[in-house]
């Protein structure tokens, strides 16, 4: 019986415009709604990686304050890959979030594995990026946290990339005794 925090939830990813509006971010193209496809809720956003670095933004969602989050929160995501071609070409995920994208923002450090430390396998993944790792850019105010970008490198294009459902969340380590037989 453990007591644990909420969440907070940035962006369900359910629409493209009912957050802000999702858009495609570097050289990255068809950036569409996914209702087949999705990790939670009722969608996800789906778009085509052209070059390393591409991916999606949105700096127009709902002002969330993250002020007791900050700098010891991490922030997941879920992405998939939809086969092992495209899953040999992904090097890792970056997350960046912030006041805006430009001036006042944390860049999170690129993510190479899944957060349970287990490799990109083709499917639903999620990474972890601990906030308390990431740099800040400008002077960002956690209180006004509205814009967010989520990048890939890749060593060739990806297509039909889906990212859904972005949380902040503090976690605490904790072992669990148990007897198994």
């Known amino acids: 019986n453990w007591r644990t925090r909420q969440g907070k939830t940035l962006n369900t990813l359910n ?3 009912s957050n802000g509006t999702w858009s495609a971010s570097g050289s990255a193209t068809s950036v569409v709604l996914d209702e087949i496809t999705k990790y939670s809720g009722s969608a996800s956003v789906r778009f085509n990686l052209v070059a390393s670095g ?3 933004q ?6 969330l304050n993250l002020t007791d989050e900050d700098e010891v929160a991490d ?8 086969n092992s071609t ?31 430390g287990t490799a990109f396998r083709v499917g639903w993944n999620v990474i ?21 970008r989520i990048t890939f490198a890749a060593t060739s294009a990806i297509t039909n990339i889906r990212v859904d459902n972005i949380i ?3 976690g605490r380590n904790f072992d669990i005794k148990y007897y198994s037989r």
Request: glycine share 6%; proline share 4%.
């Open 86 to 116: 495209d899953l040999a070409a992904l090097t890792s995920a970056t997350q960046i979030w912030g006041n805006d994208l430009t001036t006042a923002y944390w860049p999170g450090v690129a993510q190479t594995t899944q957060a349970d």
């Open 75 to 82: 922030v997941f995501v879920a992405f998939y890959i939809k």
């Open 15 to 17: 629409s493209l415009t």
């Open 168 to 170: 902040f969340s503090i």
């Open 58 to 63: 949105n700096t127009t969602m709902s002002v």
């Open 54 to 56: 591409d991916g999606i």
């Open 128 to 148: 972890k990026t601990p906030w308390s790792t990431a740099t800040e850019t400008g002077t960002v105010a956690p209180a006004t946290i509205d814009s967010y």
